[in-house]
């Protein structure tokens, strides 16, 4: 948009009728993108829906105005109706605060009958100190960024003209770079690689406000986010948006009787995206430059430089353009669990309870006391807890912290039903010993059950077995031998008294029918219909059912 | 008649008999489905929220009271008091203290009001609200109460587990217990609000493990001056928790406390917790 716009212009000044009407569609344009200014929420959040309390305190607001017509038509008087609106429906964190705007907004245009260009950027200065009064700590990279840049540009704006129009313009393009500059400020927002919901929030009302004052449509049409925050990893790093040019300047001037005010105009005329604040003692600068040497030499007149960053964000630009960026190695500051597994689904499972390296092995390919070293030792925690998960690996990890400088406990699972259960009572950031002792003690909470075939004839532990044969083990005994794999397994369950049981978990091999694990679900529905069962995809060789009885 | 008055949020899910015995004036939050806003207790009752919440496809969301909501009950109180406290949940959960803190200001030419954040919640802010109106009930001198009831924050633990960790996920207050978010199997998660924020405790699979879990934790306590138990209207499961721990807390030291929609919102059906308080009763 441009300040030359032909479009009809309503009114020169606005009366408190015009500026009901302004809100008006306002709030119309905050309900269209209610959703999508929602999906912009990231966690934490410290309440409820952005769009939606937005929405709702501007309706509120809006039917306050209407509700008490009939008084004058004065600008001041209509701000004043809107403001009492806005905090009585205010709702969530956004809505508050867009309640503050609004009652800041009223405040500052005293007893006007109308408002001109002057009158709104004094308006909106208003707003930005109230909103700003009322969060106990006012964090940028919020709506308060938003309103308070809108309010600077709006501000600068009135110096030079008196027109409602080109001062709204004004505020609404510095609404919008400040809302791109989010990211930059607030990490949470950067890691979910969306804009600020809130600041988001104001741009559509500062938007639609200007759509108004313009007789244009509304353009703000909210965009979604760019990733979802599971995409965080590969977005990290100090990165600005990809249209981002020039140095990204951050430092800090400490000196005494620093003219803040008139400091913070000339870096501000220096550059895109500043945040300035501080008083006469400290002022704190984030800007983007072309040229930050000559910024630095302007600041360092007034006191003593610290916390200097510069970034070339041209370069991280390219770097955002070519190829995907790498994934820095994960800094683990507690504890982490190495443990052996063999099958990708099992794997899964245990990465997802915290474990931080998986050795392949298992029953038929034991790894060496080498491979499970290695992996000791690429992890980036210097305390380590190793889980065998096989009776066969056990004494090779027990090896382990005789030949590692890291500390080192062995929780001696010999199953993989015993690895889970261990791995559930893990937890990173507690300590080692705690860990391995919360871990011994699951163990005794579950039970292992194995279902495999047999591979030659045999009677052990008094159960007869021809090669072939569906056999089942409980805590490595074998209890059952039979030729079908569900009725098998029921009956190895009974052994492992799966009456007493809560929780039910089973592994399905890489081997076992597909409809296998489905049949032995509605089974143990029938006549267990108490205990809860859980079916995941193991991949695991030779055991069609690994299953951990709790 | 006390010249302090006490005022608590809904979270406290304080029941109302034992509210108006102690003269507590409750501000509500509200829970949303969709564009219905109802207040928390008041409009809409913990077992018709989780009737609807089993019914509805829609999650809800929750908010905090507006600033208006607070100032008109300091403004009430204003008329028979010389003073208020008031009690909200954790700040770094939910804006409710920030919205008290907005309105005890613009009541500050009518009446002195003293926001406390109980950086907890439920019935951890519950017990806070009886401490309150106990000390309230035997000075006027706000200064001395709200040192004390600051003082002793940090004696308060609550130890809770959700069926699921769906809601807590969802509604965004889960913080550090994000970790536990995301597993293959489904745990049961035990949490503590630790410094108002919610952390990852224990993880279990099963529910009586999770039980054994909040008995032990109470058990552990070298004093438990007051004892809380948060449950969703399964009063067995309370029972269940207040006599294996009865050694330690006579029965008449335990509040038992439904939790209602708002926090129904953010920990779903089927959770229950306990809270401990570690000081002495007055």
Known sequence: MTTTDASPITAAVWDGPALLSALRVAEDALTANRDRINALNVFPVPDGDTGTNMALTMRAAIDEAVASTGGSTAVSQMADRVAYGALLGARGNSGVILSQILRGFAKALDDADAMDGRDLARALAGARDTAYKAVMKPVEGTMLTVIRVAAERAEASARRTPLLATVLDEALTGARQALADTPNLLDVLRQANVVDAGGQGIVVVLDAIDAYAHGREVAEAVAPPLAAPADVEALAGDTHGADAFGYCTNFMITGSAIPFDDVRAEIGSRGESAVIVGDDRIVKVHIHTEDPGALLTYAVRWGELSQIKIDNMNLQTQALRGDAPSHASPTMTGVAVVAVAAGDGIAAVMRSLGATAIVAGGQTMNPSIQDLLSAVEGVAADRVVVLPNNGNIVMAANQLPGLSKKEIRVVPTRSIPQGLAALTAFLADRELDANAMAMCEALGAVRSVEITTADKDATIDGVAVRHGDVIGLVDDRLVEAGDELVAVTIAALVHAMIEDAEVVTVITGADAPVDAGERLESALAGSHPSIAVEIVDGGQPHYDFLIAVE | ?282
């Open chain 2, 1 to 282: 008649m006390s010249k302090i008055a006490v005022v608590v949020d809904s979270t406290s899910d304080l029941p109302a008999a034992e509210r108006e015995r102690l003269g507590l004036t409750m501000v509500p939050l509200n829970v949303h489905f969709g564009d219905e806003v109802l207040r928390d207790n008041l409009d809409i009752t913990p077992t018709q929220f989780l009737e609807r919440l089993a019914m509805s496809r829609q999650l809800p969301t929750t908010s905090q009271p507006s600033p208006a909501l607070f100032e008109d009950a300091f403004r009430a109180l204003a008329k028979n008091h010389d003073a208020v406290v008031a009690i909200t949940l954790s700040s770094k959960l939910s804006g409710t203290y920030q919205s008290a803190n907005i309105a005890a200001e613009a009541v500050s030419d009518v009446i002195r009001v003293e926001v406390i954040d109980s950086q907890s919640a439920s019935v951890s802010l519950a017990l806070q609200a009886l401490r309150a109106a106990e000390l309230a009930a035997r000075s006027d001198d706000l200064d001395a109460v709200v040192q004390q009831l600051r003082a002793e924050i940090a004696s308060y633990h609550l130890l809770f587990f959700a069926d699921t960790l769906e809601f807590l996920q969802r509604g965004g207050r889960i913080g550090k217990a994000a970790s536990m978010v995301g597993t293959v199997l489904k745990i049961k998660p035990l949490l503590r609000v630790d410094e108002g924020q919610v952390v990852p405790y224990e993880r279990v699979r099963t529910r009586s493990k999770a039980i054994d879990g909040l008995v032990d934790f109470v058990l552990s306590m070298p004093h438990v001056g007051h004892l809380g138990i948060l449950h969703d209207g399964n009063i067995p499961d309370a029972d269940l928790i207040r006599d294996r721990v009865a050694a330690k807390v006579p029965a008449d030291r335990v509040l038992y406390s439904q939790y209602g929609p708002v926090l129904g919102a953010h920990v779903g059906p089927g959770a229950l917790g306990v809270s401990v308080f570690e000081g002495n009763a007055l």
